[in-house]
Nanobody
């Protein structure tokens, strides 16, 4: 089994920064990719960024240039550095991890962490 835990959310003023963490643990043989999503109240879940095992990254246009995803493979952890935050970035941020356990490969999700951008 694989567990995914997000952390680092909180309240920040517009223009501020936060760094989110996504830690995967359990019977992990390898991690193919780690992805960040967010969902604001009344809106659909939105893809933000992903990073593969070789470090390749991909970003949604809405966060390109403001958010940076990176990972520590030794810790099975991905990070999302968020700069120049705006009120419209307020949402629950979730991480998904595509991991192999040796038995199967599946996508595992965390519970999410709340980010609130407000003055």
């Amino acid at each position: 089994q694989v567990q995914v835990v997000e952390s680092g959310g909180g309240m920040v003023q517009p223009g501020g920064s936060l760094r989110l963490s996504c830690a995967a643990s359990g019977s992990i043989v390898s991690i193919a990719s780690m992805r960040w999503y967010r969902q604001a109240p009344g809106k659909q879940r939105e893809f933000l960024a992903d990073i593969t095992s070789d470090g390749s990254t991909n970003y949604a246009d809405s966060v390109k240039g403001r958010f940076t995803i990176y990972r520590d493979n030794a810790k099975n952890t991905a990070y999302l550095q968020m700069n120049s935050l705006k009120p419209e970035d307020t949402a629950v941020y979730s991480c998904s991890t595509v991991a192999s356990t040796g038995i199967n490969t599946a996508s595992y999700w965390g519970q999410g962490t709340q980010v609130t951008v407000s003055s």
